[in-house]
């Protein structure tokens, strides 16, 4: 049996790439291809697997500024041929056009923010970056829709993710929850200058995320705290912005990650999100999240038992969610359950019982 992955691009630290690593840990030694591939970028423990990127990789500039690249994508993911017997798509918009005589398995961390999302959530006010959607739009979406309906198999994490994967492309997808990525056990670094108490953002700053709005929120909470770990192309525009009860502590490793979730009264999650991890690494942590009430957030936080929600991403309905917190009234058993939902030897198990599955249903090789 031959296992190969499909991922995007490895130039950065964010969930996908975190699940990718559980992935290549139930099927050691498993290659993993991928448009672009920057070890110093991403996580450490991807630099011990078999990483084959493109060749378009040796191209410096590309590599370190990926989204130049974006035109070029579905050429060469659509122009790759994988020899395995089955292929995981761990796909965030790119990985499923692939092409291979082996059984294809659509993972998907997320739908295409350039294709499914609204304009406004990801371009907001930037003229360019909208333009470059409206052409994106009329030119991809076919092929979209073509790649993604080539697979034999497609896994969601959520019901949410779920729904929309039959409303756009007519399949049913079996719901495959994703691992806590960041361990409960293990050793923790403390954040200097950070005491604990306070409220925690951790995502990469990108403008989906809604961080804006998390940021001045604080504005209207000066009693509050709010730190904020991860970078991104939206970093200097929200230190720019943000009031002095505001923290950027930058990419933080897994030590401090640990101790940050350990020490924070509650999560915020403002994203537009298909499956929103964070949360999931909160609950390991016995803390709740103030979500947004949208799309697989829904199918992490229950109300009033593991957070809270607000129903728009602007400053007062962020900042009215944080005064309605009741840091004692969650039910921590509830927490417990989503942990243990998570946790990877369930993710693992259930990955290779798909694989088994997909091989039984491969054709059999006639004898002669």
Request: glycine fraction near 8%; charge should be neutral.
């Amino acid at each position: 049996m031959k296992v190969a992955f499909v991922h995007d691009h490895l130039v950065q630290r964010g969930g996908s790439e975190r699940t990718l690593a559980t992935m290549l840990r139930a099927f050691p030694g498993a290659p993993v291809y991928t448009a672009f591939y920057r070890p110093d970028a991403t996580y450490a423990e991807l630099r011990d697997c078999d990483v084959r990127p493109f060749a378009v990789d040796g191209l410096p500039g590309l590599r370190r500024h990926h989204r130049v690249a974006f035109p070029v994508l579905p050429f060469l993911f659509a122009h790759r041929h994988i020899d395995a017997d089955v292929v995981i798509c761990s796909s965030s918009g790119w990985a499923q056009g692939v092409q291979t005589s082996g059984r294809k398995v659509v993972y998907f961390h997320a739908l295409a923010q350039w294709l499914h999302s609204p304009v406004h959530h990801v371009a907001r006010g930037n003229p360019a970056r909208r333009a470059a959607l409206a052409v994106a739009r009329r030119s991809l979406s076919g092929w979209d829709y073509r790649t993604v309906r080539s697979a034999d198999r497609h896994l969601v994490m959520g019901e949410a993710m779920q729904h929309r994967v039959r409303e756009i492309y007519g399949v049913d997808a079996d719901i495959l929850p994703p691992p806590i990525t960041v361990e409960v056990e293990g050793p923790a670094t403390a954040v200097d200058g950070v005491a604990p108490g306070f409220f925690l953002a951790a995502a990469r700053l990108m403008p989906y995320k809604n961080l804006d709005a998390v940021v001045a929120a604080f504005a209207q909470l000066p009693d509050e705290r709010l730190v904020v770990a991860g970078e991104g192309p939206e970093g200097g525009r929200l230190r720019a912005m943000a009031p002095a009860n505001v923290r950027f502590v930058g990419l933080a490793g897994d030590a401090e990650l640990r101790w940050l979730y350990a020490n924070a009264r509650a999560l915020v999650s403002a994203g537009f999100e298909a499956y929103p991890l964070t949360p999931i690494e909160a609950a390991g942590f016995g803390k709740p999240t103030l979500a947004l009430r949208e799309a697989g957030s829904l199918d992490v936080v229950v109300e009033g038992r593991t957070g809270e929600f607000f129903d728009r991403p602007d400053p007062a309905a962020v900042a009215d969610a944080v005064r309605r917190l009741d840091a004692g009234h969650y039910d921590t058993g509830e927490l417990q359950r989503i942990r243990d939902q998570h946790a990877e030897s369930t993710f693992a198990a259930a990955l290779r019982a798909v694989v088994e599955e997909e091989l039984d249903r491969s054709p059999k090789p006639l004898k002669s």
